[in-house]
Nanobody
Framework: QVHLVESGGGLVQAGGSLRLSCTAS????????MGWYRQAPGKQRELVAT???????TYADSVKGRFTISRDNAKNSVNLQMNSLRPEDTAVYYC????????????????WGQGTQVTVSS
């Protein structure tokens, strides 16, 4: 019912920047939280940043001061501006959203994107 399409990943040198974008499409009444997680090879998926419907962000300690999450409610999209990238930021980045499809729904549904690769060379 809902698809998340991510873009913006790629290869960058240490110290560089990338901007990830994720747009949700389908049957959507409202979106609650939106966020980004990442998974490096051989490691568990971890939180990078989330943002509430009221635009309140939360960041992992490892990215504070370097990454900025933002959302565009009109476009059902969430972005992640990543600056001062480090080799340890290399991972597949996943977008996730909690949403309701219809006004009468009580529960939020959770969706994930397919992931976009970010590689930071030293």
């Amino acid at each position: 019912q809902v698809h998340l399409v991510e873009s913006g990943g790629g290869l960058v040198q240490a110290g560089g920047s990338l901007r990830l974008s994720c747009t949700a499409s389908g049957i959507i009444f409202s979106i609650n939280s939106m966020g980004w997680y990442r998974q490096a090879p051989g490691k568990q998926r971890e939180l990078v940043a989330t943002i509430t419907s009221g635009n309140s962000p939360t960041y992992a300690d490892s990215v504070k001061g370097r990454f900025t999450i933002s959302r565009d409610n009109a476009k059902n999209s969430v972005n992640l501006q990543m600056n001062s990238l480090r080799p340890e930021d290399t991972a597949v980045y996943y977008c996730t959203v909690d949403l309701r499809h219809y006004v009468f729904e009580e529960n939020w549904s959770n969706y994930w994107g397919q992931g976009t690769q970010v590689t930071v060379s030293s």
